[in-house]
T-cell receptor
Framework: GIQVEQSPPDLILQEGANSTLRCNFS?????LQWFHQNPWGQLINLFY???GTKQNGRLSATTVATERYSLLYISSSQTTDSGVYFC?????????????FGKGTHLIIQP | NAGVTQTPKFQVLKTGQSMTLQCAQD?????MSWYRQDPGMGLRLIHY???????DQGEVPNGYNVSRSTTEDFPLRLLSAAPSQTSVYFC???????????????FGNGTRLTVT
């Protein structure tokens, strides 16, 4: 099946810093989503972005489907950005209809 | 809208016991799914449904049963719990299948299950 690799696995930053999280995938995809799991365990959908660029406040994401990677940018980090960020994909055609998740990037924002 | 509601939040079972994890959504979503989350492994798909009366297996279906008698509800049944099923379980829904265009997935708050 498709492989999803996220980097870095862990990231510790000071409040106000910017960060870039990366997601590489091993095959073409027709669905790519980014999620934030907060320290209470809730999973929040950040972006549905199989290609192109989207922005939502301090967060933005870019997927270059032809090169099989996606980037999540967080600017002016706040302590509430802490948690685990997951990338998840669906390859086209065949197989179970569901997302394959990466193992996540654990982000800690220190005040 | 309440979104995706899961009950219970926590559950402890003894090996061999059975139980049902409940999931309900009020967004009239066609697609519903169950994932389990284990430390260091991300989330893995257990079962999914693309509409009432239709269910299918995901990556890790063994030991779990599902049914979809209504659009709103998608319960997950453990017939004979095993310690390997200790995990956090998430239910999720979206307007259309995950293979469709523009169908973001919305998660419930999870059920933490411990099997002793």
């Amino acid at each position: 099946g498709i492989q999803v690799e996220q980097s870095p696995p862990d990231l510790i930053l000071q409040e106000g810093a910017n960060s870039t999280l990366r997601c590489n995938f091993s095959d073409s995809v027709n669905n790519l989503q980014w999620f934030h799991q907060n320290p209470w365990g809730q999973l929040i959908n950040l972006f549905y972005i199989p290609s192109g660029t989207k922005q939502n406040g301090r967060l933005s994401a870019t997927t270059v489907a032809t090169e099989r990677y996606s980037l999540l940018y967080i600017s002016s980090s706040q302590t509430t950005d802490s948690g685990v960020y997951f990338c998840a994909v669906v390859p086209p055609g065949g197989g179970a209809d569901g997302l394959t998740f990466g193992k996540g990037t654990h982000l800690i924002i220190q005040p | 809208n309440a979104g995706v509601t899961q009950t219970p939040k926590f559950q402890v079972l003894k090996t061999g016991q059975s139980m049902t994890l409940q999931c309900a959504q009020d967004m009239n979503h066609e697609y519903m799914s169950w994932y389990r989350q284990d430390p260091g492994m991300g989330l893995r798909l257990i079962h999914y449904s693309v509409g009432a009366g239709i269910t299918d297996q995901g990556e890790v279906p063994n030991g779990y049963n599902v049914s979809r008698s209504t659009t709103e509800d998608f319960p997950l049944r453990l017939l004979s719990a095993a310690p390997s099923q200790t995990s956090v379980y998430f239910c999720a829904s979206s307007p259309h299948t995950q293979s469709s265009y523009n169908s973001p997935l919305h998660f419930g708050n999870g059920t933490r299950l411990t099997v002793t």
